[in-house]
């Protein structure tokens, strides 16, 4: 009777072992990192004209266009493209149209980078505004498409996916419009 109790126990513990041995243990899957998205870069000393300082338009002394410029945008990001959009006096609000738009067709082969260009005739451009003296002009530069407008968002025309790097660029005009004689 022993060996048979014995035998019993044994066999229930070898099918109760059965399950144990069974049991999957996972393998931690290796998540690849993803890789950082570095913002465009610019050298601020390349801004033309300096972004530091109002630029002064005079429409007696200065005919045309004043051309503002930023030299030698880059991404290190190898697969981001560059996208841009300007805006005179921006808000929200009010004034939200897009001034000036581009994009590169694909990562600059030139290590000079992209040139991002704007022609003012601040006589012309700016006669429409509710501000007589003093405008701005802005700049957004992205790695990434620029969302649809919608009215709920914040920053109408300068939505961007949250993953988009980004650098703006403002300069401040002061122009007398009374003074622009005959081109308004």
């Known amino acids: ?30 998540v690849e990192p993803v890789p950082p998205n570095y913002p465009p870069m610019f050298r601020p000393e390349l801004v033309q004209p ?3 300082r109002e630029v002064e338009y005079d429409p007696e002394l200065n005919e045309g266009r004043l051309t503002f410029q930023v030299t030698g945008v880059t991404d290190v990001d190898a697969v981001d493209r560059l996208y841009w959009r300007f805006f005179v006096n921006y808000d929200p609000t009010f004034s939200f149209a897009i001034a000036g738009a581009g994009s590169t067709t694909g990562r600059p082969q ?3 980078g992209v040139n991002v260009t704007y022609p003012l ?17 802005e700049v957004v ?8 407008d919608t009215a709920a968002s914040g ?13 703006r660029v403002v300069w401040f005009i002061r122009v007398d419009l009374d003074r622009c004689g005959e081109s308004l």
């Open 121 to 137: 005739d601040p006589c012309v451009d700016l006669s429409g505004s509710k501000t007589r003296d003093l405008h701005r002009l």
């Open 141 to 148: 530069i992205a790695d990434r498409p620029f969302l649809d």
């Open 110 to 112: 030139t290590t000079g």
């Open 155 to 167: 920053a109408r025309n300068q939505d961007l996916p949250t993953d988009a790097g980004q650098i």
């Open 1 to 30: 009777m022993r060996t048979i109790m014995r035998v019993t126990t044994l066999t229930k513990l070898a099918l109760l072992s059965i399950p144990a041995m069974a049991c999957v243990v996972p393998i931690d899957i290796e």
């Open 50 to 52: 300096s972004f530091q």
